[in-house]
Each structure stands twice: as C-alpha cells, then as structure tokens.
T-cell receptor, first 112, second 119 residues
Framework: KQEVTQIPAALSVPEGENLVLNCSFT??????LQWFRQDPGKGLTSLLL?????REQTSGRLNASLDKSSGRSTLYIAASQPGDSATYLC???????????FGQGTRLTINP | ETGVTQSPTHLIKTRGQQVTLRCSSQ?????VSWYQQALGQGPQFIFQ???????GRGNFPPRFSGLQFPNYSSELNVNALELDDSALYLC??????????????????FGQGTRLTVV
C-alpha cells in the first residue's frame, strides 16, 4: 500500500528565505508526482508535475525534484514571500491504479 | 483558474439525508475523480469516472455513488449522510491517454471544492 509522508507538518520562516519541503513515498512504482498548493478552505492549485522519467521541474521560484529509487521528492521555494503562505501537498499517481495518493501536507507560513 | 467548477460551494445537511454535488470538468478533459478531504488531512480518493463509467474506487461505502455525463461533467451522490461525512469534497479533471485499457491520466486539475457539513 502506497503511503506518502510530508515533513515537516508545519514550517514558519521569515520573508526572503529559501526553503525546502519534503515528500517521501513508500512504493517507487509511480507514474508521476504532483505538488499542489491549498489556501485555507479552498481547492488545490497544481504547482508542478514530474513524470516518473524526469528528475526535476521548474516554474518561476519553484523547483521540484524527484528521486524515484529512494522514494523522495523535494519542493524548493526561492526568495519566499508572504503570499507563499499556504498548505503544500504532494501526491503520487501510482501504477495500476487510477488515484492520486496524497500526503498530509506542510502548512507554510512566511512572516513579513 | 483551472476551469474546473464545483457547486454548491457550501452545504449543510442533516444526518440521514441525501446530497448531490456537481462538477464541471475542464474543457477537453474526459476523466473526473472525486476526493474527500477531512480537516487537517490530505484528500482521499473516492472514485474516478472515464467515459461515463466508474474506473476505480477507493475505500468508501456504496452509499457514495457517482455519475459522469456525455459532456464529462459529473455528480457525486451520498446517501444516508453521517456526521463523519462532513468534509471538503474535491473534484479533479484530467485528460486520459487514449488507447489504454486502464486510464493512466495526466496532470490533475482541481476545483474549489464543496464544503459539506452534516449536523
């Protein structure tokens, strides 16, 4: 059974810092991994999608990496801003199934 | 904006009642998945619909059912509501790769969710 874990559960940093969010998964048989952002009480906004054959993806100040063999992904946020405050979720699309399996998220607070 | 719209945004129901939630998928997408997200948790997969047929189901009882229509919009129906059904219900649309028996799917785009409260 695929399990996805995100560490830390919560993170608070001052504005301007670079930071890394971690995601680990137990089964390396995945199609892809997707990072999402969720504002309180809202839906999910897709940030980055990494296919299983890829090592990383970049979008603006965000960079996500994938190491399938070790079951790890990181989301790097450069020059953090208060507007980056949200919960960040990672999810894997597992082979042989139709679903995304999510971690519990990291609640990020950027202090001005 | 993802182009995935859900209605209603908020709903309050009484235990034992039935509820229908609706989702319009992003233009060009043929696959819709539904997720339940309890407070402080990650979303949990309920089921997926592809070309109007259920194409995978999570660990949810039969009182959770769904439909997908020819225009790829979808409904989630929950019968005999229980207090624990209170959650944010999320719909995700994606474009399945053609020619595959089991739908692989690509990037999933989520709607804003329906907040269901059961009292």
């Amino acid at each position: 059974k695929q399990e996805v874990t995100q560490i830390p559960a919560a993170l608070s940093v001052p504005e301007g810092e670079n930071l890394v969010l971690n995601c680990s998964f137990t089964d390396s048989a995945i199609y892809n991994l997707q990072w999402f952002r969720q504002d309180p009480g809202k839906g999910l906004t897709s940030l980055l999608l990494i296919q299983s054959s890829q090592r990383e993806q970049t979008s603006g100040r965000l960079n996500a990496s994938l190491d399938k063999s070790s079951g790890r992904s990181t989301l790097y946020i450069a020059a953090s801003q208060p507007g980056d405050s949200a919960t960040y979720l990672c999810a894997v699309k597992i082979q042989g199934a139709q679903k995304l399996v999510f971690g519990q998220g990291t609640r990020l607070t950027i202090n001005p | 904006e993802t182009g995935v719209t859900q209605s209603p945004t908020h709903l309050i129901k009484t235990r034992g009642q039935q509820v229908t939630l609706r989702c319009s998928s992003q233009s060009g997408h043929n696959t819709v998945s539904w997720y339940q997200q309890a407070l402080g948790q990650g979303p949990q997969f309920i089921f997926q619909y592809y070309r109007e047929e259920e194409n995978g189901r999570g660990n949810f009882p039969p009182r959770f059912s769904g439909l997908q229509f020819p225009n790829y919009s979808s409904e989630l129906n929950v019968n005999a509501l229980e207090l624990d059904d209170s959650a944010l219900y999320l719909c995700a649309s994606s474009l399945a790769q053609t020619g595959t028996v089991r739908v692989m799917g690509t990037e999933a785009f989520f709607g804003q969710g329906t907040r269901l409260t059961v009292v």
